[in-house]
């Protein structure tokens, strides 16, 4: 296992970091009913092949994995592995509810300080108006001095304009971002990459598989990756693509199946860096998978506001995205997320958005047919 002690930073974290948002649940049960004898292997086998970095939050799978995760790991001694975890800013609407949260936080892991603390999914709105005018960075910054903090940090979604805002406020200890082979220019991306190495802030890597979109998608991409190397996963390329890169010192990633953990061991134990034969196999596949689009969407939104209340964009945005990488799933929660107002199946074929249409698609047929495969999945 490779491990990396970036900058100032006084830990050396495992390259791997075990990403405990999507543990193994019981069969048939919700999302807060882990399967602990199952899921306790896993990080077992983990610990036992050098993994140390073990990242959880106060939301995830139903405020049961912090939980999960204390009960765990104090069979462990304290010092040998590092902690992660996040201030959920979603639930936050006072100082005092971000130092009730926090307080929980320590009951649920059973520990006396967490080596890695993170604002949670913040952006510079989220930062301005809960982080700043309720004085939790002044707090955290406070539980820091007093030990009760390790490395303060923050997990971002925003633009990169926001990440370049909050980066540049203060010296933070560590940052984790969303990157991967086919997201370099969304979020932070490339040019967030290199704004962290250029203030020296390691870099912790989330989504290096996008959800599980990088580990299987359409058969034309894939099988370029299984013709240059049978052998390996599609899921190992896209780690060893974000690991290859110097700035970062962590590449999370959420493991649910004992086969997933075997994986990435096989992956990080022997980490090979990218050759540049190799590099250029995966741009061949993300330029393979960008061509399985469905339309020429671009999201510039001047098809809006639609007469009817169909989010064009967004309808087009699940559609392009099952046809990159044939993940049914997430084509499937993508529409079960949107208001059924405003699925596509509301068009009423007025016209109206491809008169206003730059790129002059047949957005009205185009709404038709996304309706009808994304619906029949």
């Known amino acids: 296992m490779e491990y990396r002690k970036l900058y100032d930073m006084k830990e050396r974290p495992s390259l791997l970091g075990f990403g405990c948002m999507r543990l193994p649940l019981l069969p048939g049960g919700s999302r807060g009913d882990i399967d602990y004898p199952l899921a306790e292997r896993m990080i077992d086998e983990a610990v036992k092949n050098g993994v140390n970095y073990f ?93 009760k903090i390790r490395n303060l940090g923050f997990s971002f979604h925003g633009s990169y304009e926001d990440f370049e805002y909050i980066l540049s406020y203060r010296k933070w200890d560590f940052c984790q971002i ?15 990459v290199a704004l962290a190495a250029k203030l020296r802030v390691p870099l912790v890597i989330m989504e290096p598989v996008k959800g599980g979109s990088l580990a299987s998608f359409a058969p034309n991409a894939e099988k370029i990756f299984k013709d240059y190397a049978p052998g390996k996963s599609l899921a190992s390329w896209a780690v060893r693509w974000v690991a290859a890169h110097p700035e970062v010192a962590v590449v999370l990633s959420g493991m649910s199946t004992e086969e997933q953990v075997r994986d990435n061991l096989d992956t990080f134990n022997a980490f090979e860096p990218l050759t540049e034969e190799e590099k250029k196999v995966i741009d061949r596949v993300a330029e393979e998978i960008r061509g399985n689009i469905r339309n020429g969407c671009t999201g510039c939104a001047y098809c809006m506001p639609c007469p009817f209340g169909v989010d064009i964009p967004r309808n087009f945005s699940i559609w392009n995205e099952y046809g990159m990488y044939a993940n049914a799933g997430r084509a499937k929660w993508g529409l079960a997320r949107l208001d059924p107002s405003k699925w596509a199946d509301k068009c009423q074929k007025c016209g109206k958005c491809e008169k206003a249409c730059p790129q002059a698609l047949p957005i009205r047929e185009d709404l038709q047919r996304m309706f009808r495969e994304i619906s029949a999945l």
């Open 55 to 147: 990242d959880t939050a106060y939301g995830y799978l139903d405020g049961q994995s912090e939980i999960f995760v204390g009960k765990t790991m104090k069979k462990y001694p304290r010092d040998s592995f590092y902690l992660a975890t996040k201030l959920p800013m979603g639930m936050i609407d006072s100082y005092e509810r971000g130092v009730e949260i926090f307080r929980h936080q320590f009951e649920k892991l059973q520990v006396d300080y967490i080596d890695f603390y993170m604002f949670h999914g913040i952006n510079k709105e989220t930062f301005d108006e809960k982080i700043l005018k309720f004085g939790l960075l002044d707090e955290m910054i406070r539980m820091k001095e007093e030990g």
């Open 178 to 192: 969303q990157y991967n082979y086919m997201d370099k220019d969304i979020q932070a991306g490339d040019r967030g």
